[in-house]
């Protein structure tokens, strides 16, 4: 196991600067600078910047540097917030997206395996029909929607939650953020669990363990759920990676200080180390979990070994 975690952390390296690189150069090449203004800054006003931010390097000097500084944790000063750097916007800001996003995602896991795993046990029945119909609403209609329609209905309309905000960081304030970002993965974790839920009880040792007259609950929790949560941590992998950097679009209609609302801002004003930096985040945090799916399949099914 330890050689298997040690190789994965190899392979993460090209990964990162593959990601790195691309992100780089597209960046670079897209239309539009960090400053160009509406009401164009004088000649010496843009040298003296471009100077100051070494834009006007040869862009492969500009990326080797790039490279030198973020290996020793340096993602430069930010474009649009004048007097802080990336790294001290990144601390800042990605303890709420964790605790926003831990939270959606941990809902969402307890929700989308009940409600799966009821739908796979009443398979067909009426029942079944109306919680796959909630699940596939949930799948189709965007954040962009569903969050200004329950800002309307509980904040404008009823005022019983606040429009937006952290606040405290109490319920009363998070839980509009954390229902929209939660409902569209309950509803793919919930198709996830009937699937696979409904193919795992129909296998021969379910069959067998039913013969030998285990109680129902036992066969459903111990043997056939422990198989059907493997598509499910596949899928955990990158919607973790998602959820807890940020999403981009609740964090923004929300005024969420977190890491999507910064790569939101960062974007439209060509703030080049403030994107970069949340482009690299979310590559980590994609090998790290993608590390620890691999880990979690070869506790839930023992046929995978990893030497």
């Not at 800054?41 to 973020?70: C, E, G, K």
């Not at 509980?154 to 606040?162: I, K, N, R």
């Not at 067998?208 to 499910?232: D, E």
């Not at 790290?288 to 990893?306: E, K, Q, S, T, W």
């Amino acid at each position: 196991m330890i050689s298997f975690v040690l190789r994965r952390f190899l392979s993460a390296v090209p990964t990162i600067f593959i990601v790195v690189t691309i992100s780089f150069f597209l960046m670079r090449f897209a239309p539009g600078g960090p400053f160009d203004l509406e009401r164009p800054l004088s000649p010496q006003t843009m040298a003296n910047i471009n100077a100051t931010f070494h834009l006007n390097d040869p862009l492969w000097l500009q990326y080797v540097h790039y490279v030198i500084n973020a290996v020793r944790g340096d993602f430069g000063p930010s474009f649009v917030y004048k007097d802080s750097t990336v790294s001290q916007l990144i601390s800042q800001a990605l303890p709420y997206s964790v605790e926003l996003g831990g939270i959606a995602l941990s809902l969402a896991l307890i929700g989308g395996v009940i409600i799966g795993t009821i739908a796979a046990l009443n398979q067909n029945s009426l029942f079944d029909f109306v919680l796959m119909a909630f699940a596939t609403v949930g799948v189709t209609v965007p954040n962009f929607v569903v969050g200004p329609v329950l800002t309307l209905i509980f904040a404008l309309m009823l005022y019983w939650l606040p429009a937006g905000g952290w606040g405290d960081g109490s319920a009363y304030y998070l839980a509009l953020p954390i229902t929209v970002l939660a409902l569209p993965q309950v509803a793919i974790i919930a198709r996830l669990t009937r699937g696979s839920m409904i193919e795992a009880l129909h296998t021969d040792h379910i069959r067998t363990a039913k013969a030998y007259g285990l109680p129902s609950r036992v066969v459903v929790v111990t043997h056939a759920l422990r198989g059907a949560l493997l598509p499910v941590v596949s899928y955990l992998a990158p919607a973790a990676a998602a959820l807890l950097t940020g999403s981009a679009v609740v964090e923004s209609i929300f005024t969420i200080p977190g890491i999507g609302r910064y790569f939101v801002i960062g974007a439209l004003n060509r703030d080049y180390p403030l994107v970069m930096a949340t482009v690299v985040l979310v590559a980590v945090f994609v090998i790290l979990f993608n590390l620890l799916v691999d880990i979690a399949y070869g506790l839930l099914d023992p046929r995978v070994r990893h030497d």
